[in-house]
């Protein structure tokens, strides 16, 4: 029979027949090691996050060494431009026109007093064309992606039909984006193409459910300056395109005062913008990208109140409207590209996470006139956004055909 014989730490022979087991001082020391150990890693922090200026400064590194100097042209305390991912989001004119035929609808008419123009004078029951045209301003701060100032000029063309039950309707928009960003960092351009349809439908007079589908092609070209360690390194061109997919879903309920009506609103957006991979030039720190993918999901609720005024002319109504938004995705992002100077050193950066929470706010103001013609001027802003602010101005007419 062997003998157990527990081991000495300090004694390192061994004799025949006996199984050597640790003792309990060296098998409690071991647990408390491992556990030790475990404590520490725990603490460890993970790698942080790298900018895409962080990353210029490490590429320059390796690809403007001693024996391949990169050109320069200057100093600066600056960060030079990178690529955006620009959301475009429904056309304000097709919000603003889904309103407008749920004032406008049979047994619901708020907005149509009696006065110079009669809900007689002013029919909605034939086919509606509308056409309008928007500008937006967009201001981002500089954060972990460089600052800019965009102008959007578009325009929307649709066409829809009242039915019993509510509206259905179509459009088609183009818009262009030109931007700059700060400290003469570049610039970068966004043209975009698409269509839509769009339904309404009333469960009440004085209720309302919308639903929208949307999709359109983009087109983006950038023209970044290059900096690195505060050297500017000239500029990188690039060009690609991409498509945007949204949808929406929302509703509301009108409380009628008289000539004021005043409601709640909630809804529901989803908006999924993709770009194609492509490869910059003209730059030794010129870079080639791979695709990238945004989602964002927000929901919405607020409060919309309006007053017709009836003129000699027709039937004003002034309209205000508020809300709350939250983005559920939208995450921050890394980018993923690689040098183009052959080594393809992998160069990957961060954007800014979204701001969850924010408000729109919006004011506009709708001529109902004889022969169904209704011109109509809406203003709308972002608030309240820790990283960027959003104008849009936006003017349009609808014709009955």
């Not at 090691?33 to 790698?47: C, D, E, N």
């Not at 690039?238 to 409601?263: K, M, P, R």
Request: with cysteine; proline share 4%; net charge negative.
């Amino acid at each position: 029979m062997s003998r157990i014989r527990f081991a000495d730490s300090n004694s390192h022979s061994k004799i025949a027949g006996e199984r050597i087991v640790p003792s309990p001082a060296t098998a409690i020391s071991g647990l408390a090691g491992i556990a030790a150990t475990t404590v520490a890693l725990s603490f460890i922090q993970p790698v942080q996050a790298q900018t895409f200026q962080d990353e210029m400064d490490s590429l320059a590194t390796v690809v403007c060494g001693s024996f391949a100097p990169c050109p320069t042209f200057g100093s600066t305390a600056a960060i030079g431009g990178q690529i955006e991912v620009q959301n475009g989001g429904l056309p304000a004119a097709v919000s603003q026109r889904l309103r407008q035929q749920q004032c406008e609808a049979d047994d619901n008419a708020n907005c149509l007093q009696p006065g110079g123009a009669s809900a007689d004078e002013t029919s909605f029951d034939g086919l509606n064309l509308f056409v309008s045209t928007d500008y937006q301003y967009k201001r981002k701060d500089e954060a972990a992606e460089a600052g800019f100032q965009s102008d959007r000029g578009g325009i929307t063309v649709g066409l829809d039909a009242p039915m019993e039950w509510g509206l259905i309707g179509g459009a088609i928009s183009y818009s262009h984006t030109w931007g700059d960003f700060d400290d003469d960092g570049g610039e970068f351009g966004i043209d975009s193409f698409g269509g839509l349809v769009y339904a309404s439908y009333y469960p009440t007079d004085a209720s309302y459910i919308d639903a929208v589908i949307g999709l359109a092609g983009k087109g983006q070209t950038l023209d970044r300056r290059v900096v690195a360690n505060n050297v500017i390194l000239g500029n990188a061109e690039g060009d690609t395109i991409g498509f945007e997919f949204q949808g929406s879903l929302s509703g509301g309920y009108d409380f009628a005062f008289d000539n004021i009506t005043i409601g709640p609103r909630v809804g529901v957006n989803y908006l999924r913008t993709e770009l194609n991979g492509f490869t910059e030039t003209g730059n030794p720190l010129a870079l080639s990208y791979e695709d990238q993918v945004e989602d964002s999901l927000t929901t919405t609720a607020g409060v919309q109140a309006s007053i017709a005024i009836s003129t000699s002319i027709g039937v004003i109504v002034p309209q205000a409207s508020a809300e709350y938004v939250h983005e559920f995705l939208n995450d921050r992002r890394t980018i993923h590209a690689v040098s183009t100077d052959g080594t393809a050193t992998p160069v990957d950066f961060v954007t800014d996470p979204p701001d969850r929470n924010y408000f729109n706010i919006g004011g506009g103001i709708v001529f109902v006139l004889p022969d169904g013609v209704a011109p109509f001027l809406s203003y709308s802003a972002q608030i309240a956004n820790r990283f960027e602010e959003l104008h849009t101005l936006t003017a349009g007419v609808r014709f009955e055909l």
